[in-house]
């Protein structure tokens, strides 16, 4: 299976400033199939980012994906009060498609 | 516009099986995956398998083969998951998201989950 490990755990950061969440995968993925949610407590899941970079519909355009093979990034560049929120990455390229573990933006 | 409904929330004993079904509206229902997503209480998410009505296909998780049945209806444009030999382990809100399809993109839209609890 392909895991994805994302860091840091947490992330704690003021409104206006930039974060930076990181999701490494054990074997290379293909673009295409690599995606960024959010998630707010008691919430189902927002898909925020499909193949690695491009914004879903409704996305504002803060939220910004990259990377290639291994190394994939997601972007907040000035974080929102709303922005404070768990965000996973998951690979559809390979069965099963997995997510990573999360990283948890809370306000410092 | 796209929605995905699903059933409301279960109390299971362990051993029992469950079905969860999510109704959806707003696109051709048969054109589209359907992904079953799960997320354990304080914890990740899951990823569990896919049906596509078109094609009649589904494909599993190996985790769950075995123990899960993904189905669907089209005449009401409905799906179900349904788990057999229910644990502990298997509290969990269960989620729909529908998958790619003409001109879009996998895990856009999803139902608000259905909890489903196993307790003796």
């Known amino acids: 299976e392909t895991v994805l490990t994302q860091s840091p755990g947490t992330l704690s950061l003021s409104p206006g400033e930039r974060a930076t969440l990181s999701c490494r995968a054990s074997?290379?993925?293909?673009?295409?199939?690599l995606a960024w949610f959010q998630q707010k407590p008691g919430q189902a899941p927002t898909l925020l980012i499909y193949?690695?970079?491009s914004r879903a519909t409704g996305i504002p355009d803060r939220f910004s994906g990259s990377g290639s093979g291994t190394d994939f990034t997601l972007t907040i560049s000035r974080l929102e009060p709303e922005d404070f929120a768990v965000y996973y990455c998951?690979?559809?390229?390979?069965?099963?498609?997995?997510f990573g573990g999360g990283t948890k933006v809370e306000i410092k | 516009q796209v929605q995905l409904v699903q059933s409301g929330a279960e109390v299971k004993k362990p051993g029992a099986s469950v079905k969860v079904s999510c109704k959806t509206s707003?696109?051709?229902?048969?054109?589209?995956?359907m992904h079953w997503v799960r997320q354990a209480p304080g914890q990740g998410l899951e990823w569990m398998g896919w049906?596509?009505?078109?094609?009649?296909?589904?494909h599993y998780s190996e985790k769950f083969q075995g123990r899960i049945t993904m189905t669907w209806d089209t005449s009401i444009n409905t799906a179900y998951m349904e788990l057999s030999g229910l644990a502990s382990d298997d509290t969990a809100i269960y989620y729909c998201?529908?998958?790619?399809?003409?001109?879009?993109?996998?895990?856009?839209?999803w139902g608000r989950g259905t909890l489903v609890t196993v307790s003796s």
């Open positions: 707003g696109y051709t229902f048969s054109d589209y995956y």
């Open positions: 193949g690695a970079s």
């Open positions: 998951q690979q559809y390229h390979y069965s099963p498609f997995t």
């Open positions: 074997q290379s993925v293909t673009s295409t199939y």
């Open positions: 998201a529908r998958g790619g399809g003409p001109g879009s993109y996998p895990f856009g839209y």
């Open positions: 049906m596509h009505p078109n094609a009649g296909g589904t």
